[in-house]
Nanobody, 121 residues
Framework: QVQVQESGGGSVQAGGSLRLSCTASGLTYSNYCMGWFSQPPGKDRKRVAL???????DIADSVKGRFTISQDKAKNTGYLQIDGLIPDDTAMYYC???????????????WGQGTRVTVSS
């Protein structure tokens, strides 16, 4: 059974940086894709970053240039680097892992519990 655990959230001032981590356990296959969703208070979740099994990345236009996704396959761990934090980045950040081969996180993904990021001005 796949389990996903995020860490690295916290409270920071605008302009700062955070690196969120996501560790997946119980994986059967090494060809999985991993993504991050953010959910600001009172709003819907939206995908902000994805990295597929070949290492190709996709970053949402709204955060491009500030968010970077990477992974260490040997550790089954992924990272979301957030630079130039702004108050609008305040949200719960969820890591999702899909090893179905479809890389369809919203449909086949296993979700973590989330890690909270709060950005003050």
């Amino acid at each position: 059974q796949v389990q996903v655990q995020e860490s690295g959230g916290g409270s920071v001032q605008a302009g700062g940086s955070l690196r969120l981590s996501c560790t997946a356990s119980g994986l059967t296959y090494s060809n999985y894709c991993m993504g991050w969703f953010s959910q600001p208070p009172g709003k819907d979740r939206k995908r902000v970053a994805l990295i597929d099994s070949d290492g190709r990345t996709d970053i949402a236009d709204s955060v491009k240039g500030r968010f970077t996704i990477s992974q260490d396959k040997a550790k089954n761990t992924g990272y979301l680097q957030i630079d130039g934090l702004i108050p609008d980045d305040t949200a719960m950040y969820y890591c999702v892992v899909d090893e179905s081969g479809h890389c369809s996180l919203a449909v086949f993904g296993v979700w973590g519990q989330g890690t909270r990021v709060t950005v003050s001005s």
